[in-house]
């Protein structure tokens, strides 16, 4: 990692430390599986796997404290908003009133906008190091495409069609009295009321609920496997042992469970193998396993401890009949199977365009849901 830079700014001190936490993300539990089944496939045992275990750990810990301390100063975020609306503010002694004060602020340049969008930040990034912009490069607004906001629980929706029958909605969600306010993914067959949760046909469709930050984790992984696309790289055809080994770590990810406690087969018996072992026959079984990773399976944690809905943004490379690859987003409950012929119908299948465009609304609305979360 690089030395710290010069703190000069807000924006470039949270950016510096969202930084920090998505280095260090690439290299915690979750990202690091693949890394540690390989060495046990190899025969390592006992401490030398054991250290690499501790190895992720400090390097999750690592990146929930910068992740920790981009909030922090995100808190801000409303002074510095506040001073863009009135450049022309004194400075803190100035505005809390107190006696004396030495120098007056300096208002940054005043941007206008012929649009009446909010200008594109030059010298300021709005406290959003991802910045939310469109593919064309232009301020993403979050309003109300879908016409559902009642500003009670919902507040603005959107949309972003798919190249077949399914599109990808967004929905910002913060019900009344609930401290959290979230970003709905849902990708539903007909449609759906983020509010009722439910389709046209009556049929009750919990979509996920993503936190700010896991909203954010998406829209990177939109951004990856769209860039994977746009370079030519062409994922191998998925097998029984690569879906296996998927759900395998998404389970072991849920549970946060040991790689060595045997596995649990109905109420009392226990599976021959560890999961840790299972874990190795199956990179064994298949070399496709050890492929660039194109599937992606993004939870909805804040929510459940929050006590609401369950489920899982999953994310993947998949060719379409013709042979064109698409970036496929499947929003299911809990952590079901997207390939399951229920959640097939579910699958909205994006141009890698639409997929960068998707991920800057994400991280749009993301950026809305944390405003609300602040000023609550």
Known sequence: MSPGPEVVGLDQSIAYAAHLAAEAGQHGADSGQQYLAQLAARGVTGAGLDSGHTMQDAFATAAAAAAAHAAELGKQCTVQQAYDQAPDSGDKTFLTG????????????????????????ARRGHCDPHQPRAVDGRWIKVEDVLGYADDESCFATDRVTGAGPVGTELALIHLPDEPLAFVVVATPKNGYHPVTSREPDGQLYCAPPLAPDEADTAADHLDELAEMIESGYRPPEPTRHTRARQRLELLLQEDRADRRQRIAVGEEEEFP???????????EADPTLNAPQTRHAVRARATVTAGGDDGTVWLDISPDAAGELHV????????DDPDSNLWQQYSARHTATDARELAGKLRAFARAARHRNTDR
């Not at 030495?102 to 340049?109: D, V």
């Not at 193998?273 to 990179?283: A, F, M, N, V, Y």
């Not at 496929?328 to 952590?335: D, Q």
């Open 273 to 283: 193998l560890s999961t840790g072992e299972l874990l190795k026959l199956l990179i």
């Open 98 to 121: 107190d006696a004396a004060f030495s120098q007056p602020h300096r208002p940054a340049e005043q941007e206008t906008s012929m649009t009446g969008e909010p200008p594109a930040p």
């Open 328 to 335: 496929v987003v499947t929003a299911v409950e809990g952590t």
